[in-house]
């Protein structure tokens, strides 16, 4: 298939995507805030090579872009791989969805950024990003994708917690067979200033239809954006 007519193909699943999106934010408009960045945090750890070979993972993308393109300040999905590291990938934008994966990841050094599941340090970078380096009184909703339970547990939920004093809402998002008790745990975490997190799993994400899929996303951020606005975070 040609680029031009990949991208053709693209743009007319993203416009009946975002017509989906717009569908399911009906009901939820007085609740989830008009403006705010947007994030992927995705996993890239050897165990995710097959999604990345597949066109799983580019037609996640693909699927996630409609929420920067209604929610993004400057209608860009900010991109984060991880493993037991962390890499900053160019942002995802109208220019490169379609062909993302091929491009910027699997090609360059992101093409041999393997490695082990560790949460903290990318969330760490997160948190750098958007309180320390370029603070905002817009909301900041990380979607954040892993195939497997992380070895980092302590300092997931320091990040976390501290995360829940600032304007960011972790989206989790397990994938696979895994059983993901960390993340459910992390979900329900204690002695945080707000509830900062939400968090869905699905053997496949293939099989989650574009509806289910925003619905699942949405789930809990609406009512973060109630909360966050009464304490004055965003």
């Not at 991208?7 to 934010?25: C, S």
């Not at 050897?46 to 990345?52: D, I, Q, T, V």
């Not at 082990?116 to 970078?125: C, G, K």
């Not at 745990?185 to 945080?192: A, E, I």
Request: charge should be negative.
């Amino acid at each position: 298939m040609s680029v031009n007519l990949q991208k053709d193909t693209a743009i007319k699943k993203l416009d009946l995507r975002k017509n989906t999106l717009e569908i399911i934010l009906k009901d939820k408009k007085e609740q989830v805030a008009t403006c705010a960045r947007v994030a992927i945090v995705l996993d890239k750890s050897g165990s995710m090579r097959k999604l990345y070979k597949d066109g799983t993972i580019q037609n996640l993308l693909e699927r996630i872009f409609p929420l920067a393109l209604k929610f993004d300040d400057n209608g860009e999905l900010d991109f984060w791989l991880f493993n037991d590291s962390f890499m900053l990938m160019p942002s995802v934008t109208l220019d490169n969805f379609f062909n993302y994966v091929e491009t910027e990841i699997m090609t360059g050094l992101a093409s041999k950024f393997w490695g082990q599941t560790l949460y903290a340090p990318v969330m760490n970078d997160v948190f750098n990003a958007y309180v320390e380096k370029e603070p905002s009184k817009l909301p900041s909703y990380i979607i954040f994708i892993t195939d497997g339970n992380n070895t980092d547990k302590n300092n997931t939920k320091e990040v976390l917690t501290k995360a829940s004093h600032n304007n960011l809402f972790w989206q989790y998002v397990g994938i696979g067979n895994e059983k993901f008790d960390f993340l459910k745990r992390l979900d329900n975490l204690k002695n945080r200033f707000i509830d900062n997190a939400n968090f869905f799993e699905t053997p496949d994400l293939n099989t989650v239809s574009d509806a289910d899929l925003y619905k699942l996303l949405l789930n809990e951020y609406p009512q973060w954006c109630e909360e966050a606005r009464v304490n004055n975070l965003i």
